[in-house]
């Protein structure tokens, strides 16, 4: 497996080997000796599968505070996003400032997002799949989310807010400046 720093300290890359042969090919989209063996040690405990049905279509960015608060390895079954993490974690020399990479089904990458990071993707294609991994549960009373289009972090989805699909929490989250983040850098990169 290939692993690929991105701008965030703790935001990687991972792209799965994959072996093809006339029937198509086959990848290991996650190993726990292989990455403890690369330093990441993770212990996942439930995963998340959504299919969006339209292009354009933004979910994030989301988080969840403490005590449930969630790494997540990202990765697309079917189609193409722009997948997003912003720094949230309070004291960092990159509070505020995001990184976005595009995972689709034909390049097999996967994004890890570590604790303390927003996280959203656009999709880029029609019935698209994502599926995430997450070192916690889904825990509603912890369950948050900031304002997409926040002009403050200018996160360029490639669209205009016209043309954004979004639930309702995702339209109604509060802006970046005005929210509150539960997390903190522990002053580690």
Known sequence: MQIDDTALPGVMILTPRRFS??????????NRETLRARGIDLDFVQDN????????TVRGLHYQRPPHAQAKLVRVVAGRIL??????RKGSPTYGRWV???LSAANGR?????????HGFVTREPDTQVAYKCTDVYAPDCDGSVAWDDP??????GLGADAAVLSDKD?????????????AWDGRE
């Open 110 to 118: 996967q994004l890890l997002v570590p604790v303390g990071f927003l």
């Open 100 to 102: 976005g990479v595009e």
């Open 21 to 30: 042969d006339a029937r198509g090919w086959f990848m290991e989209s996650w």
């Open 83 to 88: 997948d997003v993490a912003v720094d949230a």
């Open 152 to 157: 403050d972090l200018a996160v360029d989805w």
């Open 49 to 56: 599968h959504s299919l969006s049905l339209e292009p354009g």
């Open 171 to 183: 339209r109604a989250a509060p802006r970046f400046a005005d929210w509150d983040s539960p997390f």
